[in-house]
């Protein structure tokens, strides 16, 4: 089993940034590529960005891309997710997940590993 955990999340006013980090234990971290997804109240699981287990292929939602960028440092065994330029859309619970394929994927059923998720919340 792999623990993800995920921290960074909270109110911020539309224009903002935060950054979400995401700690992996349990697994050999480097073996996984990683992803982000969010979900809304009343809305299904939305990826965000998705990066390889080297870094070398990312990936990202038409909605985030140029303002979000996502990261990982192996050597931390952490995912990253910078959050720039928020909108009230942006609005929900973010969760980091770990998939055992051997690409990023964006479909969340092609996640094995989930974490709890954070409330990121942007008023405007």
Known sequence: ???LVESGGG???AGGSLRL???ASGRTFTNY?????RQAPGEEREFVAAIS???SRI??????KGRFTISRDNAKNTVYLQMNSLKPEDTARYYCAASNRLRPAVAPDEYDYWGQGTQVTVSS
Not at 33 to 37: D, I, N, T
Not at 59 to 64: E, G, K, Q
Request: aromatic share 22%.
């Open 33 to 37: 590529p990683m992803g982000w997804f």
């Open 11 to 13: 109110l911020v006013q």
């Open 59 to 64: 990936y990202y939602a038409d909605s985030v």
């Open 53 to 55: 287990w080297s870094g």
């Open 21 to 23: 980090s995401c700690a």
């Open 1 to 3: 089993q792999m623990q």
